[in-house]
């Protein structure tokens, strides 16, 4: 397999391939083609994909009508998905007209992917994005990425994780109603709404997390809710960082120089946009709410170590009073009258209860017991 880091200067500038297919010896799992109108998506045998070198040579024999038609992509699309994200890169380097895109390019830090739309060819786009999702049973964020290299009639797309955006693609493509735009711009389209999509439930997900502990907070069981709360601020801060990429790099597929058959429709963009900043408030908000959820528990910490301390103090008085009284009868002074009374032990000790019985009773009254 050709390596992404190789340079392609000697690559065809229409985005061709002279030394062969565009995915040699790479696995594909699935293909699909995408016809125009509402025909909708068929599954096809992976074997039988057409490789890019065969869609050039066939296009320099047609006539420039029909070459004019498979630029705009009047016709059905292929679209495969290959195992993983190198093999996107493989076949980005082999239509590059410079040198191929790299690991180290599309992710700054191994954890946190980053958003790239990539012109590589006259019609040719990579589009590499995060992709996040949420588990309930440990309640974590985690991310992957979605890859997908653009052409004339041919999108090639491979995801890491597990965000099944391909799963929602098929869904969102198999849907009735009037489809509009050419079949790639169709398949960009399912794809950028499935990422979003992923988002909207991970924020979903988070929600609820953040009213569970908001109960687990003002639960009286007292189970400390504070390591709870940073999970979740954490999480949130994982899910905005694999978030805003996306708002940042996908208005790059509205630039004048994209070929039309590649761009995405604009109104659409646009709502996407307005979807991941709105995502984007309500994960700000549930980050303030457990800020507010973090002082409110302090502050209850803080009451109850003060209710507990008045309790000590209480019993510590209450205690105190009959070694006072213990300590007066114990001095044993000759002149003291109560020690040849015969009364003198039964009065001190009903001295002693009746003073811890008017402390408790003074102390239950104030709200110290």
Excluded at 90 to 98: H, K, L, P
Excluded at 358 to 365: A, I, M, N, S, T
């Amino acid at each position: 397999m050709t390596k992404p880091t190789d340079p392609r200067v000697d690559a065809p500038r229409d985005g061709s391939s002279d030394d062969g297919p565009l995915l040699p010896g790479v696995h594909v799992l699935a293909a699909w083609t995408v016809d125009p109108g509402a025909a909708g998506v068929r599954e096809v045998d992976p074997g039988t994909l057409r490789d890019a070198r065969a869609v050039d040579d066939a296009a320099r024999d047609d006539e420039d009508g029909d070459r004019e038609d498979r630029r705009n992509a009047r016709g059905p699309a292929t679209w495969a998905r290959v195992a993983d994200l190198d093999d996107v890169l493989d076949a980005a380097a082999r239509v590059s007209t410079g040198p191929g895109p790299t690991r180290h390019e599309l992710s700054r830090h191994a954890h946190h992917p980053l958003a790239h739309v990539r012109r590589l060819a006259a019609d040719w786009l990579l589009l590499v994005t995060p992709t996040a999702w949420f588990t309930e049973a440990d309640r974590q964020v985690r991310t992957g990425q979605f890859a997908a290299l653009l052409g004339p009639g041919t999108v090639v797309t491979a995801e890491e994780g597990d965000a099944d955006v391909h799963a929602t693609m098929l869904d969102k493509l198999a849907a009735p109603g009037d489809p509009r735009g050419t079949p790639v711009q169709r398949i960009v389209s399912a794809a950028v709404l499935a990422i979003v999509g992923g988002a909207s439930q991970v924020e979903l997900g988070l929600g609820d997390a953040v009213a569970d502990t908001e109960r687990v907070v003002f639960d009286q069981q007292r189970e400390d809710p504070v390591e709870r709360i940073y999970d979740l601020k954490r999480e949130i801060t994982e899910a905005r960082r694999a978030l805003m990429p996306v708002s940042a790099e996908l208005p790059e597929l509205l630039d004048p120089d994209v070929p039309d058959h590649l761009a995405v429709n604009r109104r659409m963009l646009e709502r996407v946009v307005t979807t991941v900043e709105r995502i984007d408030r309500h994960l700000d908000a549930h980050d303030d709410l457990l800020s507010d959820m973090l002082q409110v528990h302090m502050s209850q910490v803080s009451v109850r170590q003060n209710e507990d301390m008045r309790k000590i103090s209480a019993w510590a008085a209450i205690l105190v009073y009959p070694t006072i009284v213990a300590g007066v009868y114990g001095m044993n002074f000759r002149n003291m009258p109560e020690l040849h009374w015969a009364f003198g032990y039964p009065f001190a000790l009903g001295l002693m209860a009746a003073g811890c019985l008017v402390l408790y009773r003074v102390f239950k009254r104030v709200g110290w017991l």
